[in-house]
């Protein structure tokens, strides 16, 4: 039998509806491609016990590995060795596929032949609600997330020049061949944002990356403040780690969130007239920014959501990049000492 042309490979933590529905929109894109799931569970037989995935066992395509809980840097690593596919598509398993996702991959593979990386942005799901649209708008705003606004965006051109900034691990295709030798991996000390250091050495070693606006993943957004709290805080706070691992990771756009939140501090300790200017010049631009991110996404009425979203995502950034900074800091101490 011929080895598959795609090995997908999900870490799955126990959002099994999220992830059924997953899996039936891969089944419902592949058609005639020749693929198999590598399936990574990422949680202990006690709290998600084998009988939640007697629905996948009859799926002969699918491979399924239980790991300790580790972060999810380790858990992908545990994945590249039961691969056989020429090609790597790292999905997220609260992400779901359009029927022409797979037709898209085939046409970047075949109009960028030397490249070995390539992907595409998230967007949000059709049957999101008012907040979780309010992410989404937020998240493809440049003014909320930077350079990596390309990440949630389909209003970017493709780029057969891409780096770190233009690519998400929700939606990531690697040739095999680049991962299979374990030169190259993810961080396995890193429980987000470990694909960013991945494809900064990548990048560095002069690997062609490209940005494919069409191939596109619909995301399930965060519900909630509280939900959104998280991943965002283990995104600053991984990011700052980051800078240690791979020094082409580091841009001094990231720290702007942190300086934010120190800034804030300063305000409430001695609040100023003139120390209250930079806050009003941050609340006109972010005013304008997610105005004009909403009426793009034809969803004008969300921009007061949009602008609090925003405000919350860069001060929920900056504590985690200063909890990351204050971590590696004591780390490094101890070790010296």
């Not at 690697?174 to 030798?181: F, N, Q």
């Amino acid at each position: 039998m011929d080895s598959p042309a795609v090995s997908i490979v999900i870490v799955t933590y126990g959002r099994i509806g999220l992830l059924k529905r997953c899996i039936a929109s891969i089944e419902a894109a592949v058609e005639a491609i020749r693929f198999e799931l590598i399936l990574i569970i990422n949680e202990s037989e006690d709290s998600l016990p084998e009988s939640e995935f007697d629905w996948l066992r009859e799926k002969r395509f699918v491979k399924i590995k239980r790991v300790s809980r580790m972060h999810s840097g380790a858990a992908r690593n545990e994945a590249v060795p039961l691969t056989s596919g020429e090609w790597i598509c790292f999905l997220d398993d609260d992400v779901e596929l359009g029927k022409d996702y797979f037709e898209v991959a085939r046409d970047t593979i075949s109009t960028f032949p030397k490249a070995d990386v390539f992907g595409g942005p998230d967007s949000t799901n059709s049957s999101a609600s008012s907040f979780q649209e309010a992410v989404g708008i937020a998240y493809s705003s440049r003014f909320c997330t930077g350079a990596t606004s390309r990440r949630h965006s389909q209003s970017f051109e493709m780029s057969g020049a891409a780096d770190e900034t233009y690519l998400i691990l929700c939606n990531l295709w690697i040739r095999r061949s680049v991962l299979k030798t374990g030169v190259y991996k993810f961080p396995p000390e890193l429980n987000r944002n470990e694909e960013n250091v991945l494809l900064a050495e990548l990048h560095a070693a002069g690997v062609q990356m490209v940005y494919q606006p069409r191939l596109v993943v619909m995301h399930e957004r965060k519900k909630s403040f509280g939900e959104l709290w998280r991943p965002v805080f283990r995104s600053g706070f991984n990011r700052f780690k980051s800078f240690f691992l791979e020094s082409a990771a580091l841009s001094l756009a990231y720290f702007v969130p942190m300086f934010f939140v120190y800034y804030l501090i300063a305000l409430a300790v001695h609040p100023t007239k003139l120390l209250a200017i930079p806050l009003l010049v941050y609340t006109v631009l972010n005013g304008l920014f997610s105005a004009e991110a909403s009426r793009k996404a034809q969803k004008l009425q969300l921009a007061p959501l949009v602008f609090i979203v925003t405000c919350f995502v860069h001060i929920a950034y900056g504590i985690g990049s200063i909890c990351g900074s204050l971590n590696e800091i004591v780390k490094r101490a101890v070790v010296r000492a």
